[in-house]
């Protein structure tokens, strides 16, 4: 670790005016990415401000919308009552990640914001355009078998690593941010910037501002919502390939299809020629087959992750059956 | 607890390395209070103040008021092993990948390697150190005993605060639950079977029967 010191603000204008005045500096909310990458000397901030303590921990159902504060904890959102009836996929998302430990402490707005899994990132060593920028990519000729195979360019193909950000991806959640220039919404699917020649850049979050929230429409509220995660081990564990799949499901025709994706691509992947082949149809096994080939569309795998191509079609498949609650036999050719 | 730490007559070794360790650490410490002069009760708030590298915070460990001095750095880990004293919270992996550390805070299990101490300002701490009360084991204490949930016993104080944690979480009513509830805590002897198996007592004991 360098030799930050510490600060810690209690209220919003609090925060921003520090922030304002040691523009070196980061939040700490949860502390389960910061603390992890500070030890690592990823991050290396002049101070830390400590924001845990802002009044940003309330979950109240309006109607219209569900507004989620930026410092309800992962563990509480996943067992809150309106969410696993209103946004069952939200739930599942959340306690499909981490530990219980880890959820307890990660935060609503930490999890937007953590830092990806690639081991480049967190080696000092290794080129990483992300941490250093001009560096180079050691994934692109390293070891590239949990990387993106949508999103990515020739400076970086590091995945986001949440599942929640994929939830909230296919329920057109909104982020509520405030700052020097006051508050303003963002939709999830432009909140978050593919790599680019900026790998460094990560998402449309400017300078001194501060995550208050995020907004579920209730548009969404009460559809029928699916996630399923496919990992190297049962629990505790990134993605391979995850899908969160979302519809109005009536008489077995779906309607407002949100199909995202995660594990696979370098943001959270809204998978829309999947999305198509389900609009306005009648779910049958060759359906739901057919929207997960379609999911597959694009896919530009490296050495070793070409076995993410099938994976992530064959995990739409199977969260569309989950979805639908139609019996997922044999996968046909 | 199965193995008493640390009461042999004598210089332990854990005694030996905190008088080296206080020994150099002094030279470094005073000029810094003296330098940065913003200790706090609570820990230093931004605002009218500089921003501070070395604090004291004030906070519960079962139930005992503490008041350490740390710097912004210090995690709740390194100060409830040293100066604290109490070493029962094990440092694994110290990147929350094991679970070794967990320790209670407000009641929540988390990893006290991720969590800086001056953020625990004000909380209530509770390590292996405070479950048992008097000579009484705590049930998830008696079950690891009774299951022999352990070989060298190193994961074994964060493995029994994790299930301690767990057990007051909406998902133990669901005895399918203890293997996800619990995969947070590793164990390198693979003592697994013993741990479900306590976990799964304790949860009993402790008035989980549904499902």
Wanted: proline share 6%.
């Amino acid at each position: 670790m360098n030799d930050f010191a510490y600060a810690k603000v209690s209220t919003v204008q609090g925060a921003l005016e520090a922030i304002r005045a040691h523009p070196g500096a980061m939040f700490l909310a949860g502390g389960t990415t910061v603390v992890d990458l500070l030890r690592e000397d990823v991050f290396q901030p002049e101070l830390v401000i400590d924001i845990g303590a802002l009044p940003l921990r309330e979950i109240s159902v309006g109607r219209e919308e569900t507004v989620i504060g930026a410092l309800v904890s992962n563990s509480d959102l996943a067992w809150n009552p309106a969410i696993t009836s209103l946004f069952p996929v939200i739930s599942q998302a959340l306690l499909a990640g981490a530990s219980g430990q880890i959820r307890n402490m990660a935060s609503v707005g930490g999890n937007l914001l953590q830092r990806t899994r690639c081991p480049y990132y967190r080696e000092l060593d290794a080129a990483c355009n992300k941490r250093e920028p001009g560096s180079g990519c050691a994934a692109l000729g390293g070891g590239n078998r949990s990387h993106a195979i949508f999103g990515g360019s020739e400076h970086c193909v590091a995945t986001h690593p949440s599942d929640f950000t994929v939830a909230l991806t296919a329920v057109d959640a909104r982020i509520q941010l405030t700052g020097p220039d006051g508050e303003r919404e963002v939709a999830m699917t432009d909140f978050y910037v593919e790599p680019g020649d900026t790998p460094q850049r990560e998402n449309r979050l400017r300078p001194g501002e501060l995550i208050l929230g995020v907004k579920l429409p209730h548009a969404h509220a009460g559809r029928s919502s699916y996630y399923l995660k496919v990992r190297d081990r049962h629990s505790y564990e990134f993605a391979l390939a995850s899908a969160a799949v979302a519809a109005e499901v009536s008489g077995g025709v779906l309607t407002g299809v949100r199909i995202a994706l995660g594990g696979v691509a370098t943001v959270p992947w809204r998978a829309r020629a999947a999305e198509q082949v389900l609009e306005g149809r009648r779910a049958s096994p060759a359906l739901l087959a057919e929207a997960g080939r379609a999911a597959e569309q694009g896919a530009r795998p490296l050495r070793d992750n070409a076995f993410k191509v099938e994976l992530v079609g064959r995990t739409v498949t199977a969260a569309l059956h989950e979805l639908t609650g139609l019996p997922s036999g044999p996968q046909p050719a | 607890m199965p193995y008493p730490a640390d009461d042999r007559d004598g210089l332990t070794r854990r005694d030996a390395l905190r008088r080296g360790l206080m020994f150099g650490a002094s030279a470094f410490v005073l000029p810094r209070l003296l330098g940065d002069a913003a200790a706090a009760e609570a820990g230093p708030e931004l605002t009218g103040v500089q921003p501070a590298k070395e604090f004291t915070v004030a906070f519960t460990v079962n139930g005992r008021q503490v008041n350490p001095t740390v710097s912004g750095r210090s995690s709740l880990l390194e100060v409830l092993r040293d100066p604290l004293d109490l070493p029962g919270t094990k440092r694994g992996c110290d990147h929350g990948q094991c679970g070794s550390c967990t320790v209670l805070v407000d009641g929540h299990r988390v990893l006290s390697c991720l969590t800086l101490v001056a953020s625990v300002a004000g909380k209530s701490v509770t390590t292996i150190e405070g479950l048992a009360e008097g000579t009484e084991l705590h049930p998830v204490q008696a079950a690891f005993i009774k299951h022999d949930a352990f070989q060298c016993g190193f994961c074994t104080p964060g493995q029994i605060m994790s299930a301690v944690g767990f057990l007051k979480e909406p998902w133990a009513a669901d005895s399918a639950s203890v293997r996800e509830g619990m995969s947070g805590n590793l164990c390198r002897c693979g003592a697994y079977c013993g741990i479900v198996a306590a976990v799964t007592e304790a949860r009993q004991a402790l008035g989980h029967r549904r499902a």
